[in-house]
């Protein structure tokens, strides 16, 4: 079995299906990229996973374990971190304290959490912010802040929800280069993102989503050649002109 | 003016200033987790003192011994009031949060009235009777443990939010509980220990007051509504807050009261919150 499988999940919000029986396989070590246009049901697919919805049908194994409709708290303890798409900090708190909670749930006592949590500042070159209030940094600051959090827990899994939206070409490039260091540290990542130029020099494989349903599974190469994929992108004319040459 | 006078006065309102803290840090970190005022506080206050009372009566128990029955016997309640009760109205509109403790407020006055009827009763002869003497200064010796006691169990609280794990999850949670979960922590269970902690301060502070105030079915009445003010002056949420606005209240009512008049010190209370609200809505030490 894989590092994690979804088998035929589904999550309906009333009339509109969300997310179609989606199978999903998640190889350990993998850097998988998740992406698909506006509404194609992606950061529901990362909800439903990580413990914010329960699917409707199907289900979801971690490490071979149905860990479907499990809470967050259990997901999180069970080796699953992730981030969200709109930045939630602990605005009250400084740097080092937001990552300190996350410290703590390998590292009961205060002083080892802190060690550890100042460990993480430190590959997430967070180091030079650690007691500077988290709800006063910039956006590119909170964004990696909470990645670092994330880490904080020592997931073995990290779903980033689209970690790079809202930074700008710079910032973009620190962020994939910290994304491929951590991976290349073994951590297993799900990125999920909308601009594909950020997922194809990254991932290793993509998956893509239309409409809540998975189009396509495959390297970034053939993806991006792929004419459902650039239908769903760019709409029916592009893909026909674009198998004509 | 004689300065014995004005220290003994000074001393009697720090003295209840302290009971003010207890009650208002445990009222305040409910608070400060949940967003949600426990207006049942004063009534967890008032059964703290007839469980004293009664194991005084029935089994002899000193309150100094039952201090920690009454303590855990009102986390019991706080727990349960969370699990029975706040547990349902977590994302309800707030007039359904207020009138759900509120009723429990009613419900627990009444409830003490037909089972104890409105009598005043009183435990006469424990171990902390009598007074002492520091410098020409008369202090009851039940006010005296009774501050200690406020002093010492809103340290322990305070040693236990900042510096331990479960402590810091629960001001996690206080500060946003999807993140919270988020950080493997069972937030469910942060609401349960909050409102047991924070209940549990009335229970202690309750049995403190019974050694020297009498007790009846609105006697939380009396300590409570002060004990909003003192939460709403040190800034909603805040234990340090919490405390320094008990105190505050404390001083203002007695020693103000002894300055002008007895009759009036509510009305400084209330006006020193007026200005407060005017000044600094967030409280004196509150944030944002």
Not at chain 1, 110 to 123: C, G, M
Request: charge should be neutral; include cysteine.
């Amino acid at each position: 079995m894989s590092l994690l499988e979804t088998h035929g999940l589904t999550k309906r919000f009333g009339g509109l299906v969300a997310n179609q029986a989606i199978d999903f396989r998640l190889e350990k070590g993998e850097l998988v990229g998740l992406i698909g246009p506006n509404g194609a049901g992606k950061t529901t697919f990362f909800n439903c996973i990580t413990g914010f919805y329960r699917p409707d049908e199907g289900r979801v194994f971690f490490r071979g374990r149905d860990v479907t409709g499990w809470s967050p708290e259990r997901i999180c303890r069970a080796g699953i971190a992730r981030t969200f798409q709109v930045v939630k900090t602990f605005r009250d708190m400084t740097v080092l304290e937001n990552v300190m909670v996350g410290a703590f749930l390998r590292h009961p006592r205060p002083a080892a959490a802190r060690a550890h949590a100042e460990a993480v500042l430190e590959t997430t070159g967070l180091t030079h912010l650690a007691d500077v209030q988290a709800g006063g940094l910039p956006i590119a600051y909170r964004k990696r802040l909470e990645l670092a959090r994330a880490l904080a827990t020592e997931p073995e899994v990290l779903f980033l929800d689209e970690a790079m939206a809202g930074l700008n070409p710079g910032e973009i490039q620190e962020a994939v280069a910290m994304v491929r260091r951590l991976w290349e540290q073994g951590l297993t990542i799900v990125l999920v993102e909308h601009v594909m130029e950020v997922v194809m020099p990254l991932a290793q494989r993509v998956v893509v989503l239309d409409y809540g349903q998975v189009i396509a599974d495959d390297t970034p190469e053939r993806v991006a050649k792929d004419p459902r994929v650039i239908e769903a992108y760019l709409g029916e004319r592009f893909a026909r002109e674009a198998r004509e040459g | 003016m004689d300065l014995t006078i004005l220290a003994q006065t000074v001393a009697s309102g720090l003295l209840i200033g302290l009971v003010f803290s207890l009650l208002a840090v445990g009222l305040t970190l409910i608070f400060g987790v949940m967003d949600i005022v426990n207006f049942a506080h004063g009534e967890f206050l008032m059964l703290a003192m007839y469980v004293t009372y009664w194991l005084w009566v029935l089994w002899g128990m000193d309150p100094l011994f039952s201090l920690p029955i009454s303590a855990l016997v009102m986390f019991i309640l706080g727990a349960l009031t969370y699990l029975l009760v706040i547990r349902y109205v977590l994302d309800a509109p707030m007039l359904a949060q207020i009138f759900s403790t509120f009723g429990l407020m009613i419900f627990l006055r009444f409830l003490a009235q037909v089972l104890w009827t409105e009598d005043y009763r009183r435990i006469r002869g424990s171990l902390l009777e009598g007074r002492i003497e520091i410098a020409g200064v008369f202090l009851g010796r039940p006010e005296v443990a009774a501050a200690l006691g406020g002093i010492i169990t809103t340290a322990i609280l305070y040693w236990f939010l900042k510096g331990t794990r479960l402590g810091w999850a629960l001001e996690a949670t206080a500060e946003d509980r999807t993140v919270a979960a988020l950080m493997g922590i069972n937030t469910e269970w942060m609401f349960t220990l909050a409102w047991g902690i924070g209940s549990a301060c009335a229970g202690i502070a309750g049995t403190l007051l019974a050694t020297f105030y009498p007790i009846f079915p609105e006697a939380g009445a009396v300590f409570v509504l002060v004990t909003y003010v003192a939460v709403a002056l040190g800034g909603f949420g805040n234990i340090t807050g919490a405390f320094v606005g008990g105190i505050l209240i404390g001083l203002l009512q007695v020693v103000g009261g002894f300055l002008w008049e007895p009759r009036f010190k509510d009305v400084l209370v209330y006006g020193v919150y007026l200005l407060v609200v005017l000044v600094r809505p967030q409280g004196l030490l509150g944030r944002r």
